[in-house]
């Protein structure tokens, strides 16, 4: 069992911008062991999204049903070495090239590993997070806005994958 000092650092480390007294909910969960069944019940799926391709030709997808007039996507992979721990889930870059005189920018996708294993509805949000990107470039109520037109669950989603964070985080650390 964790300390009572170490669950709240790892509380604060997910869920310092909710309320106390949800942070004091999801510590209840925690101390009586309910959050991973919780977890595992509402997300029981897992997606067949495994290779390069495949991330691609689903992010397109989306894409091209909310941000058809966007700028055009060019990559999206699957990247293994991401910092999960610093709550980097996915990345968004823009590369920037001359070719013949021009400068012309492709916008890429990278997608932790992580979602590899983990229920659709969290590899979506991410997919959606990071497509987001593409028209509004701060974290800002546009931002948000637009994530919540492509999948109207967006937050709870959001919550419940720091949730699963919070948990793995548990799990990884020596008990005591």
Not at 99 to 115: D, N, T
Not at 120 to 145: D, G, I, S, T, W
Request: positive net charge.
């Amino acid at each position: 069992m964790h300390t009572e000092a170490s669950l709240q650092r790892q509380l604060a480390r997910y869920l310092g911008g909710y309320p106390p007294a949800l942070r004091a909910q999801v510590a209840r969960l925690v101390v009586e062991q309910r959050l991973a069944p919780h977890l595992a019940q509402r997300y029981p799926q897992r997606h067949a999204i495994r290779t390069d391709a495949a991330l691609y030709d689903y992010a397109l997808r989306l894409k091209q049903t909310y941000l058809r007039s966007s700028a055009p996507l060019h990559k999206v992979v699957w990247q293994n070495k991401m910092d999960v721990l610093q709550n980097v889930l996915g990345l968004h870059t823009t590369i920037s090239r001359v070719q013949g005189g021009r400068l012309k920018a492709k916008a890429e996708i990278r997608v932790a590993s992580l979602f590899k294993e983990l229920a659709p509805e969290f590899l979506e949000m991410v997919v959606v997070h990071e497509l987001a990107h593409l028209r509004e470039f701060e974290h800002n109520k546009a931002f948000y806005q637009l994530c919540r037109h492509m999948l109207p669950a967006y937050g709870q989603i959001e919550f419940d994958l720091r949730l699963l964070l919070l948990q793995r985080a548990l799990d990884a650390a020596p008990p005591g």
